[in-house]
C-alpha cells in the first residue's frame, strides 16, 4: 500500500511541476532597531520545502548556483553576509555528495549603521538568488525580493 | 497445515509481487498513437549558428531533452543519451538537446565539449518552454515517434532501461500502426 501511495504521490507532484512551485519561503523578519553609529546583525529565517534542497553559496561545481543574498544600497550598510555550514547531501543522481541546504536555516547580514543615518523608521531591501531541486528534478533559478524593517535610534 | 507462518509469508510475497507490477511510475509505457499530440515545432540555433528545426526530424523518432548545466539530475541522464545516439542513430533515432540555461551558449558550449555530447544541442527560450506546456521543472524528456507526435513525457530523470525501451519500442515498425 505504501509503494501504491508513493507511486500516487509521484504522480500527483508530476502534475503539479507545470506550476510554479515556491521550494523556499523567506520567514518576515522582525523589525531591526538600530543605532546610529553601531553595528547590527540581522537574521534571514529561509525555509526549504520538504523534499527539496537549495545549493549552498559554494556549490560543489561551477556549474551549480549558488544561494546568494544581496543588500541593495540604502540607509545601512552591509558590512557582510554570513551563511551556514552546507551539509554535504549524496542524491541518487550525483556521484559526489552536494553541497546543499534543506530544512530550516538562517542566513546573517552585519549592518553598519552610519554616523549621518536618519533616525526613524525606515527599510533594506535585497534579492536573494537560489536553485532548488528534489532527488529527482530541478526547478529554474529564482531571485526574490527581500526585506528588513528597520528603526534607526540616535 | 503444519507452519501456518509459510503460507502466510508466501501470501505476503504474493502480494508484494502484485503490487510490484504497478509500483515503479517510470516504468516503459508508451500512449496509445491515437491518444498522442503533435509535438509543437520550433526554430532555435545550434552551437554553430545553424537553425534546428523539431520538424527536420521528421520520420526519426526523437528524444526531446530540456535540461540545463545547473541542474545535476539532468546531467545524470546526459551519458545515456550519448550512448542511445551511438547505438540508435542508424535506425532513425535521434536525441535532441534544448539546453534552458538563462546563460545560454557562454555555458552550454563547455560543457558539451567537456562531455563530448553527439547529438545535436540548441539554446532554448520562454517560447519554445510556454509551447511545451511551461517545463517547469527539468529534465523534462518527450519522447516523439516518427509521425512527430509526443508518445511520452517525462518530468524528472526516468531510468536508463525506460528510455532506452521506449526507444526500441517506437523504432518498431508496428508502433505507428
Not at chain 1, 529527482?136 to 529554474?140: D, E, K, S
Given at each position: 500500500?505504501i509503494?501504491i501511495l508513493?507511486?500516487l504521490s509521484?504522480?500527483?507532484?508530476s502534475?503539479?511541476?507545470?506550476?510554479?512551485?515556491?521550494?523556499?519561503t523567506?520567514?518576515?523578519a522582525?523589525p531591526?532597531?538600530?543605532?546610529?553609529?553601531?553595528?547590527?546583525?540581522?537574521?534571514?529565517?529561509l525555509?526549504?520545502?520538504s523534499?527539496y534542497h537549495?545549493q549552498?553559496?559554494?556549490?560543489?561545481?561551477?556549474y551549480?548556483?549558488?544561494?546568494?543574498?544581496?543588500?541593495n544600497a540604502?540607509?545601512?550598510e552591509s558590512a557582510?553576509?554570513?551563511?551556514?555550514?552546507?551539509?554535504?547531501e549524496?542524491?541518487?543522481?550525483?556521484?559526489?555528495?552536494?553541497?546543499v541546504f534543506?530544512?530550516n536555516?538562517d542566513?546573517?547580514?552585519?549592518?553598519?549603521v552610519?554616523a549621518n543615518?536618519?533616525?526613524?523608521?525606515t527599510a533594506?531591501t535585497?534579492?536573494l538568488?537560489y536553485q532548488?531541486c528534489n532527488d529527482?528534478?530541478?526547478?529554474?533559478p529564482?531571485?526574490?525580493?527581500?526585506?528588513?524593517?528597520v528603526?534607526?535610534?540616535? | 497445515?503444519k507452519n501456518?507462518?509459510?503460507?502466510l509469508l508466501?501470501?505476503?510475497?504474493?502480494?508484494?509481487?502484485?503490487?510490484?507490477?504497478?509500483e515503479?511510475?517510470?516504468?516503459?509505457s508508451?500512449?496509445?498513437?491515437?491518444q498522442?499530440?503533435?509535438?509543437p515545432d520550433?526554430?532555435?540555433?545550434d552551437s554553430s549558428?545553424?537553425?534546428?528545426?523539431l520538424?527536420?526530424?521528421?520520420?526519426?523518432?526523437?528524444?526531446?531533452?530540456?535540461?540545463?548545466?545547473w541542474?545535476a539530475?539532468?546531467?545524470?541522464?546526459i551519458?545515456?543519451?550519448?550512448d542511445?545516439?551511438?547505438e540508435?542513430?542508424d535506425?532513425?533515432?535521434?536525441?535532441?538537446?534544448?539546453a534552458m540555461?538563462?546563460?545560454g551558449w557562454?555555458v552550454?558550449?563547455?560543457?558539451?565539449?567537456r562531455h563530448e555530447?553527439?547529438?545535436?544541442?540548441?539554446?532554448?527560450?520562454?517560447e519554445?518552454?510556454t509551447?511545451y506546456g511551461?517545463?517547469?521543472?527539468?529534465?523534462t524528456?518527450?519522447?516523439?515517434d516518427?509521425e512527430?507526435?509526443?508518445a511520452?513525457?517525462?518530468v524528472g530523470?526516468?531510468?536508463?532501461?525506460?528510455y532506452?525501451?521506449?526507444?526500441?519500442?517506437?523504432?518498431?515498425?508496428?508502433?505507428?500502426?
Open positions: 500500500m509503494r508513493a507511486v509521484i504522480g500527483i507532484a502534475v503539479s511541476f507545470g506550476q510554479s512551485i515556491n521550494a523556499l523567506v520567514a518576515p522582525a531591526l532597531r538600530a543605532k546610529v553609529g553601531t553595528t547590527v546583525e540581522a537574521k534571514l529565517q525555509q526549504v520545502r523534499g537549495v549552498s553559496n559554494t556549490p560543489s561545481d561551477p551549480l548556483i549558488a544561494l546568494k543574498l544581496t543588500w540604502g540607509p545601512l557582510g553576509v554570513v551563511y551556514p555550514k552546507p551539509q554535504m549524496k542524491y541518487s543522481f550525483s556521484d559526489k555528495p552536494l553541497s534543506s530544512g536555516f542566513v546573517d547580514t552585519k549592518f553598519k552610519p543615518a536618519t533616525p526613524g523608521p533594506v535585497g534579492k538568488r532548488a529527482n528534478m530541478c526547478l529554474p529564482k531571485t526574490v525580493d527581500v526585506k528588513l524593517q528603526d534607526i535610534a540616535r | 497445515m501456518p507462518h509459510i503460507w508466501a501470501g505476503l510475497v504474493a502480494v508484494y509481487l502484485a503490487l510490484s507490477t504497478f515503479d511510475a517510470d516504468r516503459p508508451l500512449n496509445p498513437v491515437s498522442r499530440k503533435v509535438a520550433f526554430a532555435l540555433k549558428g545553424k537553425i534546428v528545426k520538424s527536420d526530424f521528421r520520420g526519426k523518432v526523437v528524444l526531446l531533452n530540456m535540461w540545463a548545466t541542474c539530475p539532468c546531467r545524470e541522464e551519458p545515456w543519451f550519448v542511445f545516439e551511438r540508435f542513430k535506425r532513425g533515432f535521434t536525441v535532441l538537446g534544448v540555461d538563462d546563460r557562454d552550454v558550449q563547455p560543457y558539451i565539449k555530447l553527439n547529438y545535436p544541442v540548441t539554446v532554448g527560450d520562454s519554445v518552454s509551447i511551461g517545463t517547469g521543472a527539468l529534465p524528456t518527450f519522447m516523439i516518427r512527430g507526435r509526443i511520452r513525457t517525462h530523470v526516468a531510468g536508463r532501461h525506460t532506452k525501451q521506449e526507444i526500441q519500442d517506437l523504432l518498431a515498425p508496428e508502433s505507428t500502426e
